[in-house]
C-alpha cells in the first residue's frame, strides 16, 4: 500500500538552490552567475523591445480571447518556429515529412521526445548523452524510462571539444542509438563543434545508423546569426537523417516564464515520407492530449506576430545581436583583465566559448572560497552565466578570480 509518510525528501534543485543562496546574501558586492537567463548591463531582466511591441499590439487585439489552443498549438506559431530551425526552404518542408507541435518551452519538447522514444522505439533504447549535459536531460528522460548513456564531450585540458573520445563513443554505441545533440552553445559548457566536426559527426552516425535527438534552446542568442545557430540542424536534415528537435524560445525571445517552445520530428525521404510523418503527428497529439491537453497560448502569440512579420523579425534580429553581443563583449573583457593581471593559466577558452555559459576551469573549492569570501555564485562545476557580468562587477570578479587562482 501506499504510505504518504514513506516518502523520503528530495534533494533541493542545485541550481534553484544556488539562487535562494544568492538572494539571501546581504552583501552588496554579491554577483550572481548561476541561472541561465539573460540579464542587462544593469543586471536586470531584458524585456526585448520587440517582444515590448508584439505583446502591446496583441493586447490591443479586440479579436483574441482566452479559447484554448488546438493539441498541437497555435499553428501560426509552430509553422513558423518549423521555417526557422530547419530554414523555409528545406527539402523536409517541401516534402511535407516534418510535423510539429507547441510543448511547454524546451522542456516540455524534451520530454514529449523522449515520451515518444520510449513508447515507439522498439527497443527502449539508451539514449546518450554529452558529458557533461544540462542536469534536467537526466531526470526527463530516466522519467520516460529511457536508460542513460553517455559520450565524451569536454576536454578538461584543452577546454574545449573532446573530439575524439566522443566520436569513438558514437561508433562504439549499438547500432541505431539515440543520440542527443546540442545545436549550438552547449550548456553547460559553451564549447560546440566546428561545422567540419558536425559533418564528421554526421558521417559517423550515417555509418552507425544514430538518430539524432536536438536539443536547440539558444538560437540566435549565441552568435546573433540565427541561421549560424541552427547550421548543424540544417545540415542533418539536408544529409537525409531522420531526426528530432526540441526548440526553446526563453532565451532568444526571453520568454522564460511564458513557456514557448515547439517540438518538431522530421521523416527522412522516401515515397512514403509523408504519410509516415503524419502518423507521427497523429501519435505525438495524443501523447499531448495526456499529458498537457494543450499548450499555452500567451507567448505563442507574441512568438508568432514576431516571427510571422517581417519588420518584426528584423528588429528581432537586432535585439539578438545586442544580447549576444553584450555577451562577446564581457567574455572578450574577462579575459583581457586575468591576462593584464597575469593571472596563472591560459584564458582563451572563455572568448572561444559561446553562449549563455563558460565552463571556467575552476574546481569546486575554488567555487566555494568565491562564494564565502567573495560574495560571487557560480555551479559548482565552474559554471558561469556570462550574462550576470556587467561594466560595474566585471573588475571585481576577474579580481575574485585571480585571488583564488594563485
Ligand atoms: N535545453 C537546454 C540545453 C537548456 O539549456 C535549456 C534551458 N536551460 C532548455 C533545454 C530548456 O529550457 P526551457 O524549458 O526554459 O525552454
Redesign the pocket.
Known amino acids: 500500500v501506499f504510505t504518504a509518510a514513506n516518502v523520503a525528501a528530495a534533494p533541493e534543485d542545485p541550481l534553484f538552490g544556488l539562487m535562494k543562496a544568492y538572494r539571501e546574501d546581504p552583501s552588496d558586492k554579491k554577483v550572481d552567475l548561476g541561472i ?1 537567463a539573460y540579464r542587462d548591463n544593469n543586471a536586470k531582466p531584458w524585456i526585448l523591445p520587440v517582444v515590448k511591441k508584439a505583446d502591446d499590439a496583441i493586447h490591443n487585439d479586440p479579436s483574441l480571447n482566452h479559447e484554448y489552443l488546438s493539441i498541437g498549438g497555435l499553428a501560426d506559431f509552430t509553422s513558423a518556429a518549423q521555417k526557422l530551425i530547419v530554414g523555409a526552404d528545406s527539402p523536409a518542408i517541401r516534402e511535407k515529412r516534418i510535423c510539429s507541435l507547441q510543448t ?5 519538447a ?1 520530454h514529449l521526445g523522449g515520451l515518444f522514444l520510449s513508447k515507439f522505439h522498439p527497443q527502449k533504447p539508451s539514449i546518450y548523452l554529452s558529458n557533461p549535459t ?1 542536469a ?2 537526466k531526470q526527463i528522460f530516466t522519467n520516460v524510462g529511457l536508460k542513460l548513456a553517455d559520450y565524451p564531450y569536454f576536454s578538461p585540458t584543452t577546454k574545449g571539444l573532446d573530439f575524439d573520445g566522443m566520436l569513438q563513443a558514437l561508433q562504439a554505441a549499438p547500432t541505431g542509438s539515440v543520440i542527443l545533440l ?1 545545436a549550438c552553445a552547449h ?1 553547460p559548457t559553451g564549447v560546440d563543434p566546428t561545422q567540419d566536426q558536425w559533418k564528421q559527426i554526421a558521417s559517423v552516425m550515417r555509418e552507425h545508423n544514430h538518430f539524432p535527438f536536438f ?1 536547440t ?2 538560437q540566435g542568442f549565441a552568435s546573433g546569426d540565427l541561421v549560424r545557430d541552427s547550421w548543424a540542424i540544417r545540415y542533418f536534415v539536408e544529409q537525409g537523417f531522420e531526426l528530432c528537435v ?1 526548440q ?4 532568444n525571445f526571453g520568454l ?1 516564464g511564458e ?1 514557448t ?1 515547439a517540438f518538431h520530428f522530421v521523416s527522412a525521404p522516401g515515397a512514403d515520407a509523408s504519410v509516415a510523418n503524419a502518423n507521427i503527428a497523429s501519435q505525438l497529439a495524443i501523447l499531448q492530449r495526456s499529458e498537457i491537453s494543450n499548450p499555452p497560448a500567451y507567448g505563442a502569440r507574441i512568438a508568432s506576430k514576431v516571427l510571422n512579420d517581417p519588420a518584426l523579425f528584423a528588429q528581432w534580429e537586432e535585439d539578438l545581436r545586442t544580447m549576444s553581443g553584450r555577451i562577446q563583449e564581457m567574455r572578450r573583457g574577462l579575459r583581457e583583465r586575468l591576462i593584464a593581471k597575469g593571472t596563472p593559466g591560459n584564458w582563451d577558452h572563455i572568448t572561444s566559448q559561446i553562449g549563455m555559459f563558460s565552463f571556467t576551469g575552476l574546481n569546486e573549492k575554488q567555487v566555494m572560497t568565491l562564494r564565502s569570501k567573495w560574495h560571487v555564485y557560480m555551479t559548482k562545476n565552474g559554471r558561469i552565466s556570462m550574462a550576470g557580468l556587467n561594466t560595474n562587477n566585471i573588475d571585481y570578479f576577474a579580481e575574485a578570480i585571480d585571488s583564488v587562482v594563485r
Open positions: 541561465g511547454i518551452s524546451g522542456t516540455g524534451v544540462w534536467n536531460h546540442h550548456n536539443d534552446a539558444y526540441a526553446s524560445f526563453a532565451k522564460y513557456r517552445g
